[in-house]
């Protein structure tokens, strides 16, 4: 396996180590990773194709695991130790070193129930290269505002876009304001306010893919959607609490 792309798979769920625990179960040579936020206000699910036995164990520490992949060279060979025909070591071999990382009983890490949407989705946006660039940057610029607001509405020229409002709702913060086209029936909705730092992360390991999706719901849900080679991940966030 190549370990640009271990990596990308793990940096994918851990988000600049907002997650540490993660369910990772393989079957016919697929792999699916479950993952839940420490307050469960995120929860994610990733797919891709891996060429590995099948098998279903726990990962506890995801930056101990990526830690010792980094430390590798491109090309990795990978199986499993067992005990009694359970998976208990995963071992990791390049040219230069021979990895083993323990793994955990899957039973032992919460693992993510599967989410029921609302019937209808209030809106979907396609992510583009340009919004990903101004959201990091504006993020950037208030780097201590875990606030963004997202609205429904018109610009100047009539044209239905999605506003993005970074640094709360009170009069006396600092804010960032920019929209994104986008389209949507009825009536423009209230803003409703998600953890802008757990966005920017998602941004940040996706930035190169090949497609984005932001979905919205007017209950409160948001779904990001990405797609990179082989890689798929859908996360979920609810809404901060005000």
Same mark, same amino acid.
């Given at each position: 396996?190549?370990?640009?792309?271990?990596?990308?798979?793990?940096?994918?769920?851990?988000?600049?180590?907002?997650?540490?625990?993660?369910?990772?179960?393989?079957?016919?040579?697929?792999?699916?990773?479950?993952? *839940? #936020? =420490?307050? $469960?206000?995120?929860?994610?699910? %990733?797919?891709?194709?891996? !060429?590995? +036995?099948?098998?279903?164990?726990?990962?506890?520490?995801?930056?101990?695991?990526?830690?010792?992949?980094?430390i590798t060279d491109d090309t990795l060979l990978i199986s499993f130790n067992k005990h009694n025909n359970i998976p208990t070591k995963l071992s990791i071999e390049?040219?230069?070193?021979?990895?083993?990382?323990?793994?955990?009983?899957?039973?032992?890490?919460?693992?993510?129930?599967?989410v029921n949407l609302p019937p209808h989705s209030t809106t979907t946006i396609d992510i583009q290269d340009d919004f990903v660039v101004k959201y990091l940057r504006?993020?950037?610029? *208030? #780097? =201590?505002? $875990?606030?963004?607001?997202?609205? %429904?509405?018109?610009?100047? !020229?009539? +044209?239905?876009?999605?506003?993005?409002?970074?640094?709360?709702?009170?009069?006396?913060?600092?804010?960032?304001?920019?929209?994104?086209?986008?389209?949507?029936?009825?009536?423009?909705?209230?803003?409703?306010?998600?953890?802008?730092?757990?966005?920017?992360?998602?941004?940040?390991?996706?930035?190169?893919?090949?497609?984005?999706?932001l979905t919205l719901w007017q209950e409160g849900l948001m779904r990001i959607e990405t797609i990179e080679e082989d890689i798929k991940v859908e996360y979920y966030?609810?809404?901060?609490?005000?």
């Amino acid at each position: 396996m190549e370990k640009t792309k271990l990596m990308k798979v793990i940096e994918k769920h851990h988000l600049n180590k907002r997650i540490e625990p993660a369910c990772w179960s393989i079957t016919d040579n697929k792999l699916k990773i479950d993952f *839940l #936020s =420490e307050y $469960k206000d995120l929860i994610g699910f %990733l797919t891709t194709d891996i !060429q590995l +036995e099948d098998a279903e164990f726990g990962i506890s520490s995801t930056s101990q695991l990526l830690s010792l992949v980094g430390i590798t060279d491109d090309t990795l060979l990978i199986s499993f130790n067992k005990h009694n025909n359970i998976p208990t070591k995963l071992s990791i071999e390049d040219n230069t070193f021979s990895l083993l990382y323990s793994l955990s009983d899957i039973m032992m890490i919460e693992r993510p129930k599967s989410v029921n949407l609302p019937p209808h989705s209030t809106t979907t946006i396609d992510i583009q290269d340009d919004f990903v660039v101004k959201y990091l940057r504006a993020k950037k610029a *208030l #780097s =201590e505002s $875990k606030e963004v607001s997202i609205c %429904l509405g018109y610009n100047d !020229q009539q +044209e239905k876009v999605a506003w993005f409002t970074l640094g709360g709702e009170e009069q006396y913060t600092n804010k960032i304001k920019f929209s994104t086209y986008c389209d949507f029936e009825n009536n423009v909705y209230e803003d409703i306010s998600f953890d802008g730092n757990t966005i920017r992360d998602i941004l940040a390991v996706n930035k190169n893919a090949d497609s984005i999706k932001l979905t919205l719901w007017q209950e409160g849900l948001m779904r990001i959607e990405t797609i990179e080679e082989d890689i798929k991940v859908e996360y979920y966030l609810v809404p901060l609490q005000q």
